[in-house]
């Protein structure tokens, strides 16, 4: 793999002001520069956004081709479809516009991705910034690992046949999980695929309260039930594993709560609201109940 030659980057944009620019600096940063960038814009409305893209399309000292793309709001899917469908080489990297990139990323995920010819995807851990400060791990995985959650980042790099072999991004899914259902298309389409995860933090993702991945968790179920029924035939194949490992993540999360509770017993501070009707009413069936007689156990020091 000549990874200078053999990636291209697409950046889908949105009323993202001087974000975008960043976005575009994180690639003209890169240890291995990709051939070409992309920007397709959705339709941006803001004056100031649009006059970045005007600027960043005639600046002429920039060390790697970028062009715009200008369409009607169609949806992030829709976006990066058309940037996709624009490239001319074995290996697309999709980024948002207001996240950016550390300078090694594509060196180390083109890495991983040329050495493993499995993998029809890879990306890394993620730095998040704005208004949580964090490293987050996604795990990435075969199609089994997939099912109960996303395992890879939004912000990927993978081979361009598997994208046309799987029909590229389901362009109806304008509230979210787009990226999840690309991937399970991916792995879907290619016997003994996977996706890989550089275990670096190579990402800079953006937090606010108000991004489409937030909101997204407003319709989780909503969403699920469409993917569900989408791939229906792997989720019936892989029914047992993936109802125990959400179960998995559900126990989890139970026993985070159960030690927050007994913290705050043993420490006499107060519990909240929620806490307080749990121990006056815990879920029966799912572990609940038990979580609460382990709480209600516990001396206070």
Known sequence: MNINNDVEAV?????????????????CRQTILPKRVTIVDDGSTDEESVSILNEIEADGELPVQVRVIRQTNRGVSAARN?????????????????????????????KILSENPSMVAASSWMHTFGVLASVVRPTGGDITAFLSHNCCPATHIFRRSAWQKCGGYDESMRGGFEDWDFFLNMLETTQGAKIGIVKQALINYRTTPVSSNIKSME??????RYIMEKHIRIYQEHMIET????????????????????YAKLTGKPLTDVSKA????PSYGDGGMASAVRIASVEKR
Do not use: H
């Open 219 to 224: 319709k989780r179920l909503e969403l699920m």
């Open 82 to 110: 058309a940037g996709i469908c624009e490239t001319e080489v074995p290996f697309v990297l999709v980024l948002d516009g207001d996240d950016n990139l550390e300078p090694s990323f594509i060196e180390e995920v083109g």
């Open 278 to 281: 749990f121990m006056k009413s």
């Open 11 to 27: 950046i889908t944009s949105f009323n993202q002001k001087s974000m975008i620019y960043e976005a575009v600096q994180s690639l």
């Open 243 to 262: 109802m125990l490992e959400m179960e998995t993540i559900s126990m989890s999360r139970l026993y985070g709560w159960e030690s927050e509770m007994i």
